[in-house]
């Protein structure tokens, strides 16, 4: 037992430094990317190389999240391929332990970075995200990004019909506020009531429309409600953070988040295909890290004579393979070809099911 927890620290103390190696090249990469097109609006605007420098970190959680799966490749294929290089594979085995005894570290270590970039991609870069887009903003226009939203539209359905519509020029989430608001109710498809008021405010866990009035309508005519000096309540579902979620793009939610906003607009009636998409990718890719780490040890142990620069180069391969079939599969899923959940995960099963078999084989 002893000798086991020896083995699996030697294995993942050879295993970290080519992996955080990994994350800093790759991440690099693209961080070096957009820090030069960043520096290049910041001249044109006049601002400080330092905000460039600034925004180009705040775009780092975002990458983070397509390089961990990258340097778990990479950092398993270079440790191990060193291990087998050198013999310590047949070592180890000599003491007792197969295949897929000597490789639990590996795939330990696969699983704990695939929750690690479940948690950079649902908490950390969605907050980096909103962050960078108001500071770039700032930089570009010299005032801070409005937070006021404009021309907003809330629908609610009921068995496939319109029961409410509300639309409000504007929407301050700040003081959970819409203004210039239009409230409209339907009985089986037909007008029922039609209000027009200045505000509409939230207090006491409900939505109450301020100054207006309200025209009921039917078949053989029309009544008008003023309620100037009065507040009247309005039935609808919707609550502050809801509307807040609507608004947000997907790259600026977790994924709980866009989870609710993809339930949120089918009950509007909205098509959230590519939503769908989206909201399967934040799951699939950080959990291309485990897969990764499968196929690096499964690899890296089939051809022991394979040194650090076929190791370097393979892992490159693979990524470039994997990313061509994420956005093949993105492509028809949004197409309509494939299910949004199979467009998302396509390549994950492509690479598992090959990293399971190369595994299997070495292994017996």
Known sequence: MILCSIIDRYIISELIFPFIFGVLAFAGIFVAADLVYLARVAVSVGASFFTALDLAMMKFPQILVYALPMATLMGVLLALGKLSQNSEFIAIQACGQGFWRTIRPVIVFGLCITLFGLFVNDVMAPAAIIRYEMLFNQMVRQKPLPKIKHNVLLEDYEAGKLKTLIYASEFDPDTNTFSNVSYFTFIEGKPESTTQANKMIWS???????????????????????????????????????????????????????KRKINLLQQQGEKVKKLLIEYHQKISVPFASLIFALLGAALAVSSPRGGSARGFGLSIAIVFIYYLLLTLSSVLGEGGHLPPCLAAWTQNIIIGFWSLFLAIKRGR
């Open 204 to 258: 006491d866990e409900a939505w109450y429309l301020e100054e207006g009035k309200t025209t009921f309508h039917n078949d053989v005519s029309s009544t008008e409600m003023t309620f100037q000096k009065s507040i009247q309540p309005v039935a609808i579902k919707y609550q502050p953070q809801d509307v807040k979620v609507i608004q947000k793009s997907p790259n600026q939610m977790g994924i709980r988040e866009l």
